[in-house]
């Protein structure tokens, strides 16, 4: 099993719609979580954090955290062809030495 | 701003070759860390050093090497480069300590070996 899993997609929304990610962990007593975009091209890029249970705004992007579940989402509202990348959930893993544990990513394209 | 500088952007090397990929980080951060990306394998850890002189293998170290010799620099060296190393690296630098141990990254270096 996977540390962290997410849909490769592609995950294709029009213009305006929301985006919805998801991400999946294995290990439980994880504590910090990522969400990171990456243009084609280009190297990632922080977008949201979140060490909690439940939900952080940051303008149009809500990261929602689920422990018990061990899942965590990214909503992007309003979907903007801007959006369109690939978006990459990162778990920073109990044993914590300050590595994070990265999934495949799933690409975003927002069609006007 | 964090501001994380691979001075390799782009290379083309041969087979045998000996590579070395440069990475410097201006925000005093303990860690530093060597990424390879690769389309379908996502980002795989290489080498990961938390202080100068330190270093601990990723999940991928065969086939390379790192030094940290000053705290704002960390190489990544490939001895002997081949193929299969062909791919995009990414450095990256982030804080010890506080909540959330944000990774931030470099530009990327887009290397080739023929």
């Known amino acids: 099993q996977k540390e962290v899993e997410q849909n490769s997609g592609p995950l294709s929304v029009p213009e305006g719609a929301i985006a919805s990610l998801n991400c999946t962990y294995s290990?439980?007593?994880?504590?910090?979580f990522f969400w990171y975009r990456q243009y084609s091209g280009k190297s990632p890029e922080l977008i949201m954090s979140?060490?909690?249970?439940g939900d952080k705004e940051d303008g149009r992007f809500t990261a929602q955290l689920n422990k018990a579940s061990q899942y965590v989402s990214l909503l992007i509202r309003d979907s903007q062809p801007s959006d369109s990348a690939t978006y990459l959930c990162?778990?920073?893993?109990?044993?914590?030495?300050?590595?994070?544990?990265f999934g495949a990513g799933t690409t975003v394209t927002v069609r006007a | 701003d964090v501001k994380v500088t691979q001075s390799s952007r782009y290379l083309v090397k041969r087979t045998g070759e000996k590579v070395f990929l440069e990475c410097v980080q201006d925000?005093?951060?303990?860690?530093m860390f060597w990424y390879r990306q690769d389309p379908g394998l996502g980002l795989r850890l290489i080498y990961f050093?938390?202080?100068?002189?330190?270093?601990e293998k990723g999940d991928i170290p065969e086939g390379y090497s790192v030094s940290r010799e000053k705290k704002e620099r960390f190489s990544l060296i490939l001895e002997s480069a081949s193929t299969n190393q062909t791919s995009m690296y990414l450095c990256?630098?982030?804080?010890?300590?506080?909540?959330?141990?944000?990774?931030?990254f470099g530009e990327g270096s887009w290397l080739t070996v023929v």
């Open positions: 990256a630098s982030s804080p010890t300590g506080g909540t959330g141990n944000t990774i931030y």
């Open positions: 290990d439980r007593g994880s504590q910090s």
């Open positions: 979140i060490y909690s249970n």
């Open positions: 990162a778990v920073n893993p109990p044993r914590n030495d300050y590595k994070l544990s």
């Open positions: 925000m005093d951060h303990e860690n």
């Open positions: 050093s938390y202080d100068v002189k330190m270093k």
